[in-house]
């Protein structure tokens, strides 16, 4: 399995009073009320110095992404960051890490410019490059960008399309789109890798998702905050689909992405991370469902398929109210955030993989308020006591993994001493 | 109960496949719905007693198909589709009642074809944009917090029949499904602000218009009355008191005099 340390890049000192007081921790959170740019120059720094850490204690990939208005994590451009990684990984010998752009949203941006962007990391990086292009949050594309929701969902078709000609095309072309014109199209650089860099399409349980996915031979990762338990249904319906559209069960058709917590013992880790669990779970994940998705983002069948199965596919749909009675200890026994011991954190870990079928694993060893230091010690721990064993699954089937950059595929045996050592 | 029938209309534009819903007699007044899609209400019985009500649905809720909204791409293709419609249904010129988002719609079409609207009525209109007073984010809000906006007395029994949701679950998700997905295809053509240029064309109205406005419309305040009347010539307003957003549910035994008045007149 390749696993990828992934940042949210929190604000991680908002009041105790914080989430009765708002609609939502997205958009209605007053910047000049809550927010210090000074605090933030640490959290940008300290976030890049945790990605960087990972990095160096054998993870596969680093992940950043794209949010906007919120405290929630306030990458605005996940290239901006990509970047930066993408040069410190360099220069410190660190190649076998992949980039794992979980995405900029392609459907709120000039879609040319994003293809610009991803082909220069691709270039600074080497080939290191995984381009994710999520749907995109109602919050970010429409409320922070202006989209028109019912238009959102073709506008990320139109612009992958765009991207992947661009991307490959041996000549000069003009661009007719409906939400994109260009008279002429040669882009500068191009990606390092052939035919291009790896897709990735993250998204939060739609059925057309998946379908897309199935069609275009694309991998999903599958963005739930609810832990393995309650995304089996969102899984399982993406494995059938997968099934009837002629697609193999292979792993690495699927990501996931998990808050995990690794301390000495169960009990010092739920003392450790409780309050941060509870700190992204009723303040920053504090958001309603017209700001996930607003009319018209979410297509009519997708809608339907959400209204009709109810809990039967999402237990969790209104963060605002569904996640205010539950506590830390309620979480973790949930499983919507991992914590515990080395191996508890195993086990669960390794049966989420196993029962959801995914080859690619994404976790967030920073979350909600957990400080620098603190973040630091679960980065080491998780390195030292849970990524081994992590990177060994799937290694005894026969399936290959055709989303991963292709000269990071085979770990080099310097990063296998370093994560056992 | 008046008997109402469906007709399809194979439209040109945008090979959009109208449904406009038909009933009672007497002249031809078209009615266009609001932002959270088709609802045939007491206020349209009573007009259907005196006239004949075609009341077509917009692109993706109603009868008409969910994914033909993708294909009209804005206000220009919705325009000539309403005007192909009334082609269609050989309507010269013809009595217009929207209301909210069917408003804004109405405006737009009297003033695109100023010769096809006899009448004009608006029910607290969408469509203009005033800094001091903005148009409530209706497409944002948690359904109870919509419901509270649109009426000022959610306690009296018209609201309440009006709200009113079907004991199945699975009827419920269809009603849900349907409603969110109204808001999204009307909210195509105002998104993120009801304001795309009506305030330029509303001097080409040339018809007779009356606007009425629920005193304490929340969705967008009564302030937008007078926006109106001063840019279309011919304008009268009519404030509805005790009133929200919705006058043909609030203060049905108010208005409906009020509008056949101004229709007879």
New interface residues.
């Given amino acids: 399995m390749k696993v990828t340390m992934f940042h949210f890049m929190p604000y991680r000192d908002l009041p105790e009073s914080f989430p009765d007081k708002l609609h939502s921790a997205w958009i209605d959170a007053p910047w000049w009320e809550y927010g210090d740019a000074n605090k933030v120059t640490d959290v940008y720094n300290w976030s890049i110095d945790e990605l960087m850490l990972a990095a160096k204690l054998g993870f596969d990939g680093v992940g950043t992404n794209e949010h906007h208005q919120n405290p929630y994590g306030f990458m605005c451009n996940p290239n901006l960051f990509g970047a930066i990684l993408a040069k410190m990984t360099r220069d410190q010998g660190l190649d076998h890490v992949a980039l794992l752009q979980l995405g900029a949203t392609i459907s709120s941006c000039p879609p040319i410019r994003l293809a610009e962007e991803y082909a220069v990391l691709d270039c600074l990086s080497g080939g290191r490059l995984i381009a994710g292009l999520p749907t995109g949050l109602g919050a970010d594309v429409?409320?922070s960008n202006?989209i028109?929701?019912?238009?959102h969902r073709?506008r990320w078709r139109e612009g992958i399309d765009l991207m992947l000609k661009a991307w490959t095309a041996k000549e000069f072309f003009a661009w007719n789109g409906?939400y994109t014109q260009l008279p002429k199209v040669n882009l500068w650089p191009r990606p390092v890798q052939e035919p291009h860099p790896p897709v990735l399409i993250p998204g939060a349980a739609s059925s057309s998702t998946w379908d897309y996915c199935h069609e275009r031979n694309f991998p999903y990762a599958y963005l739930s905050y609810f832990g393995g338990k309650s995304s089996e249904n969102v899984m399982d319906r993406f494995w059938e689909r997968a099934a009837a559209k002629g697609k193999d069960a292979n792993p690495y058709r699927a990501a996931f992405l998990q808050i995990v917590g690794v301390a000495e013992t169960d009990r010092k880790a739920e003392e450790e991370f409780g309050k941060h669990v509870e700190y992204f779970y009723h303040k920053l994940l504090h958001q309603?469902?017209?700001?996930i998705a607003?009319?018209?983002?979410a297509d009519?069948k997708s809608?339907?398929n959400v209204?009709?199965s109810?809990k039967k596919l999402l237990q969790i749909s209104?963060f605002t109210t569904d996640l205010k009675p539950l506590k830390a200890k309620d979480m973790i026994e949930r499983e919507f955030v991992v914590v515990g011991s080395p191996a508890t954190v195993r086990d669960k870990l390794t049966a989420i993989a196993k029962r959801l079928n995914v080859g690619h694993l994404m976790v967030a060893l920073q979350f909600g308020s957990l400080p620098h230091a603190n973040t630091k010690k679960n980065i080491e721990l998780f390195a030292r006591e849970v990524l081994p064993h992590l990177q060994k699954l799937w290694e005894d089937q026969p399936w290959e993994n055709h989303w991963w950059p292709k000269k990071l595929r085979t770990r080099p045996a310097r990063q296998r001493e370093m994560a056992t050592a | 109960m008046v008997t109402a029938t469906v007709q399809t209309i194979q439209v040109k534009h945008c090979n959009f496949e109208a449904k406009v819903k038909t009933a009672g007699s007497g002249p031809p007044l078209l009615y266009l719905h609001a932002a959270g899609g088709p609802i045939w209400d007491p206020f349209i019985e009573g007009l259907c007693e005196r006239y004949t009500v075609y009341a077509p649905h917009h692109p993706g809720t109603g009868e008409t198909a969910r994914d033909a909204i993708y294909s009209v791409e804005n206000l220009w293709d919705l325009l000539l589709i309403y005007e192909e419609i009334l082609d269609r249904l050989g309507l010269k010129s013809v009595p217009v009642i929207g209301t909210s988002f069917g408003g804004m719609m109405a405006c737009e079409l009297a003033a695109h074809q100023p010769h096809r609207v006899s009448k004009l009525v608006v029910l607290d209109p969408i469509g203009l944009w005033r800094e001091d007073a903005p148009v409530a984010p209706y497409m944002l809000m948690p359904p109870d917090k919509l419901v509270a906006t649109l009426y000022k007395d959610l306690s009296s029994p018209a609201v309440q029949a009006a709200l009113k949701m079907p004991d199945d679950p699975n009827e419920v998700a269809v009603v849900t499904a349907d409603l969110v997905w109204a808001l999204g295809a009307t909210g195509k053509f105002v998104w993120p602000i009801p304001d795309k240029g009506l305030k330029k064309r509303l001097h080409r109205v040339k018809a007779p218009t009356l606007i009425i406005w629920g005193e304490d419309d929340a969705l967008v305040s009564s302030v937008y009355a007078k926006e109106f009347a001063s840019r279309i010539a011919n304008s009268r307003i009519e404030i509805i008191k005790d009133c929200g957003h919705v006058p043909q549910v609030e203060q049905l035994e108010v208005l409906a005099p009020i509008v056949a008045k101004f229709l007879d007149s």
């Fill in positions: 429409s409320i202006g028109t929701p019912m238009e073709e409906k309603p469902l017209g700001y607003p009319p018209g983002n009519y809608l339907l209204l009709v109810g209104d």
